[in-house]
């Protein structure tokens, strides 16, 4: 298996412009988290699906950040507009039965540079 | 809410020499505890994981933790580290019956001089 794929690894864009994110996890797991990361505030959850279905979206920031899981094998993270203040490493990972003591498969981030 | 605790923000270690960095936990429940590695630029790599059984794990690079539920710990060690060791460390924890996600701590830096 190629593990969590990420795309684009490194994205800068201007403030105000929309920024779309994309993940494909691991075959055959269920459960697709998103984390953000920042010197400041470490590594943050911001949402996870399990099933194609959102559990818990309460670490997005506000509503200019959305996702979505259409399939097993696709999921996407929007910013719109984004802000230089979204500037930081953008994660996926996936995992099988959830928590089950399986752990997640981290994708290699994308860099997320907004000026 | 459960919560882990990395009181070591940076460390630094002469190549050959041993290391432990240390994880705390808090919550009442039976953990699911795990500890990644992540170097610069590059996502996080799980390097081992507890369950239940044996509270001493082996796990990958040489790597072990120790579960010790009377401290509420779960720190990581190697007995001779090497220069390519240099990265950030990650414990996580996680429950049964709560929401299947894991709580990671803020990171601890490993510097490896030689």
């Known amino acids: 298996d190629a593990g969590v794929i990420q795309s684009p690894r490194h994205e800068v864009t201007e403030m105000g412009q929309e920024v779309t994110l994309r993940c494909k996890p691991i075959?055959?797991?269920?459960?697709l988290f998103w984390y953000r990361q920042t010197m400041m505030r470490g590594l943050e959850l911001l949402i996870y699906?399990?099933?194609?279905?959102?559990?818990?979206d309460s670490g997005m920031p506000e509503d200019r950040f959305s996702a979505k899981m259409p399939n097993a094998s696709f999921s996407t993270l929007k910013i719109q507009p984004s802000e230089p203040r979204d500037s930081a490493v953008y994660f996926c990972?996936?995992?099988?039965?959830?928590?089950?003591?399986?752990?997640?498969?981290f994708g290699s981030g994308t860099r997320l540079t907004v000026v | 809410a459960q919560s882990v605790t990395q009181p070591d923000i940076h460390i630094t270690v002469s190549e050959g020499a041993s290391l432990e960095l240390r994880c705390n936990y808090s919550?009442?429940?039976?953990?699911?505890l795990f500890w990644y590695v992540q170097s610069p630029g590059q996502g996080l790599q799980l390097l081992l994981k507890?369950?239940?059984?044996?509270?001493l794990v082996q796990g990958i690079k040489g790597f072990e933790a120790e579960f010790k539920r009377s401290q509420s710990s779960f720190n990581l060690r190697k007995p001779s580290v090497h220069w390519s060791d240099a990265a950030e460390y990650f414990c996580?924890?996680?429950?049964?019956?709560?929401?299947?996600?894991?709580?990671f701590g803020t990171g601890t830096r490993l510097q490896v001089t030689l």
């Open positions: 990972a996936s995992s099988s039965q959830g928590l089950g003591g399986y752990g997640y498969t």
């Open positions: 507890y369950f239940s059984g044996d509270t």
């Open positions: 075959s055959g797991h269920d459960y």
């Open positions: 919550y009442g429940a039976t953990p699911y």
């Open positions: 699906f399990n099933n194609n279905v959102p559990i818990d």
């Open positions: 996580a924890v996680g429950f049964t019956g709560t929401a299947s996600k894991l709580t």
